[in-house]
């Protein structure tokens, strides 16, 4: 079965500091990865997707297959960036493509 | 386009009782997945409708149940309500198996 880990319940950081929110992921086959962000008072929206390897809002994330990560990165914190982050897992099937969630990082970037 | 909808967006309901939310996927969506949010988690995969038909099921006992109409809303069922079941119900919508669009959450509160 597939597992997504966040090893980091809250990040803090200085504005202007650099950022990187670890996942680890397990699955013996090729998933797809994601990055998914929660600001306050808002629902949850996609923020990456690793088969796009694009930059959003400065964030970007490579996945590494050889050690099963997927961490999301970016130079320069800004306020705004304070949210709730999840790495999350697809596979898509015939059968669906349910998601798979680690437990969320919360970002709290100082000023 | 509103996105998705839920409602109601907040309920309280007594132990053995029973609940149903409602979903209304994106517009030109025709998959809806429900995830069940405990306190501190991350978002957890019940099932997923494409077709109103379960494609996929995750491990979640008989009492959750869902249905999909031909309009692609959706509707979850939980019967004999446990204290545990207590959570934020989110409700995500795709067109097939691609990018989910998450709603705002039903936050069910079981006494």
């Known amino acids: 079965a597939q597992r997504v880990t966040q090893p980091e319940k809250l990040l803090s950081v200085f504005k202007g500091a650099p950022v990187e929110l670890k996942c680890n992921y397990s699955?013996?086959?090729?998933?797809?990865l994601f990055w998914y962000v929660q600001y306050s008072r808002q629902r949850l929206q996609l923020l990456l997707r690793h088969i796009s390897r694009e930059s959003i809002k400065g964030f970007t994330a490579d996945l590494n297959k050889g050690e099963t990560s997927f961490h999301l990165k970016k130079p320069f914190a800004q306020e705004e960036d304070s949210a709730m982050y999840y790495c999350?897992?697809?596979?898509?099937?015939?059968?669906?493509?349910?998601?798979?969630f680690g437990t969320g990082t919360q970002l709290k970037v100082e000023l | 386009d509103a996105g998705v909808t839920q409602s109601p967006t907040h309920l309280i309901k007594t132990r053995g009782q029973q609940v149903t939310l409602r979903c209304s996927p994106k517009s030109g969506h025709d998959t809806v997945s429900w995830y069940q949010q405990a306190l501190g988690q991350g978002p957890q995969f019940i099932f997923q409708?494409?077709?109103?038909?379960?494609?996929q099921r995750g491990n979640f006992p008989d009492r959750f149940s869902g249905h999909q109409f031909p309009n692609y809303s959706s509707e979850l069922n939980v019967n004999a309500l446990l204290l545990g079941d207590s959570a934020l119900y989110l409700c995500a919508s795709s067109l097939y198996g691609y990018e989910q669009y998450f709603g705002p959450g039903t936050r069910l509160t079981v006494t």
């Open positions: 999350a897992l697809s596979i898509l099937t015939g059968g669906g493509n349910k998601l798979t």
């Open positions: 699955y013996s086959g090729s998933p797809e």
């Open positions: 409708y494409y077709e109103e038909e379960e494609r």
